[in-house]
C-alpha cells in the first residue's frame, strides 16, 4: 500500500481546498481510507473516512468539508471549504483493510499512512 498525498497549500481564511491521496496497492471495497491532522505537539485527529459502509466526519468537519472515492482512478479526495485559521494543520492520508458494515475513523485502527500535506489558513 502507498499514499501519496497532495493539494495542500496556503489560502486565505473563508477559502476552498481539495486534498487528494492517491491510493495505490488499495482495493476501496476492502479498504477504509481516512484524513487525519495533526498540529505539532500534538496527536493526530480525524478529520473525515471512508469506506463502502460510508461516510464520517469530526464535529468541526461537518457542513465544511465533504470525503469522495474515485474508484476509477484509487483517489480520495477531501474537498474542504470555509477554511479557518484552526484549520491550519498537516493532513495525512491513511488506509487500513476494513470489511465492518459500521463506519469507522479511529486513527489507531489505520495501518498505512502517506507523508502527509500542508495546509495553511490566514487570518
Known amino acids: 500500500v502507498q499514499l501519496v498525498e497532495s493539494g495542500g497549500g496556503l489560502v486565505q481564511a473563508g477559502g476552498s481546498l481539495r486534498l487528494s491521496c492517491a491510493a495505490s496497492?488499495?482495493?476501496?471495497?476492502?479498504?477504509?481510507i481516512g484524513w487525519f491532522r495533526r498540529t505539532p505537539g500534538k496527536d493526530r485527529e480525524p478529520v473525515s473516512c471512508?469506506?463502502?459502509?460510508?461516510?464520517a466526519f469530526a464535529d468541526y468537519a461537518k457542513g465544511r468539508f465533504t470525503i469522495s472515492a474515485d474508484n476509477a482512478k484509487n483517489m480520495v479526495h477531501l474537498q474542504m471549504n470555509n477554511l479557518t485559521p484552526e484549520d491550519t494543520d498537516l493532513y495525512y492520508c491513511a488506509a487500513t483493510l476494513y470489511y465492518s458494515d459500521y463506519v469507522m475513523c479511529n486513527l489507531y485502527e489505520f495501518t498505512d499512512w502517506g507523508q502527509g500535506t500542508l495546509v495553511t489558513v490566514s487570518s
Open positions: 496497492g488499495v482495493d476501496f471495497n476492502e479498504y477504509a
Open positions: 471512508i469506506s463502502r459502509s460510508g461516510t
